[in-house]
C-alpha cells in the first residue's frame, strides 16, 4: 500500500518562499505528482517527477528524492491567489497498476 | 479550464432518493474516474474506466453503480446513501490508464440528509 504525509496547513506572507514537504513509503513508484486545488474547484495539474532532482515551472518547484522517499513544492513570490490546497500524489507501479494515491493535501494561506 | 465538466455541482438528497452525477470529457482521452473527497482526507479512488470497461472497483458498496456508455461520459448513479457519503465527488480523465496524468473535473457536492 502507499503511505503519503504532508502538513495539514501552512501560512505565508505574500512576496514570500513556501515550501510544503511530502514523505511516502510505497510498495511501488512510478512518479510522484502535485496538484493545486482552489477552495470548490477542480485539482489542477503542477508538476510530476519520476527521476531524483529539481523541476522547475516558473514560480514553483518540485523536488524528488526516490531513495529518501521525499519530495517538495517550492512556491516562490507568492501572490494572494496561491492561497489552496496543494495535494501529492504517487503512482504505484504496473503491479498496482499504476494506482495513484493522494496525500490529505496541504492548505496554504497567503496573508498580504 | 472546460476539459472535465461535472453536472450537478451540488447536490443535497435524503437517504431514500435516486439520483445521478455526469462528468463530461473534452480531451479525447480513454480513461476516466471517479473519487471521493471528504474534508481533511485524502482522495479516494471509487471506480476506473478504460475504454468504457471498469477496470478497477475499489470495494465501493453497492449503493454507487457506475456507468460509462462512452469514452466521453461518466454516471455516478447513487441510491439509498447514507450521511457519511456526504463528500465531494470528483470526475477525472487520462490518456490512458497508468502512465498519464489524471485531469479533474470541478466536482460535486454532495449532501445525504
Known amino acids: 500500500g502507499q503511505n503519503i504525509d504532508q502538513p495539514t496547513e501552512m501560512t505565508a506572507t505574500e512576496g514570500a518562499i513556501v515550501q510544503i514537504n511530502c514523505t511516502y513509503q510505497?510498495?511501488?513508484?512510478?512518479?510522484l505528482f502535485w496538484y493545486q486545488q482552489h477552495a470548490g474547484e477542480a485539482p489542477t495539474f503542477l508538476s510530476y517527477?519520476?527521476?531524483?532532482g529539481l523541476e522547475e515551472k516558473g514560480r514553483f518547484s518540485s523536488f524528488l528524492s526516490r531513495s529518501k522517499g521525499y519530495s517538495y513544492l517550492l512556491l516562490k513570490e507568492l501572490q494572494m491567489k496561491d492561497s489552496a490546497s496543494y495535494l501529492c500524489?504517487?503512482?504505484?507501479?504496473?503491479?498496482?497498476?499504476?494506482?495513484?494515491?493522494f496525500g490529505a493535501g496541504t492548505t496554504v494561506t497567503v496573508r498580504a | 479550464e472546460t476539459g472535465v465538466t461535472q453536472t450537478p455541482r451540488h447536490l443535497v438528497m435524503g437517504m431514500t432518493n435516486k439520483k445521478s452525477l455526469k462528468c463530461e470529457q473534452h480531451?479525447?482521452?480513454?480513461?476516466m474516474y471517479w473519487y471521493k473527497q471528504s474534508a481533511k482526507k485524502p482522495l479516494e479512488l471509487m471506480f476506473v474506466?478504460?475504454?468504457?470497461?471498469?477496470?478497477e472497483n475499489n470495494s465501493v458498496p453497492s449503493r454507487f453503480s457506475p456507468e460509462c456508455p462512452n469514452s466521453s461520459h461518466l454516471f455516478l448513479h447513487l441510491h439509498t446513501l447514507q450521511p457519511e457519503d456526504s463528500a465531494l465527488y470528483l470526475c477525472?480523465?487520462?490518456?490512458?490508464?497508468?502512465?498519464?496524468?489524471?485531469?479533474f473535473g470541478p466536482g460535486t457536492r454532495l449532501t445525504v440528509l
Open positions: 477525472a480523465s487520462s490518456q490512458e490508464t497508468g502512465r498519464d496524468t489524471q485531469y
Open positions: 510505497t510498495s511501488g513508484f512510478n512518479g
Open positions: 517527477n519520476v527521476l531524483d
Open positions: 500524489a504517487v503512482r504505484g507501479s504496473r503491479s498496482n497498476d499504476y494506482k495513484l494515491s
Open positions: 480531451l479525447g482521452h480513454n480513461a
Open positions: 474506466y478504460s475504454l468504457e470497461e471498469r477496470v
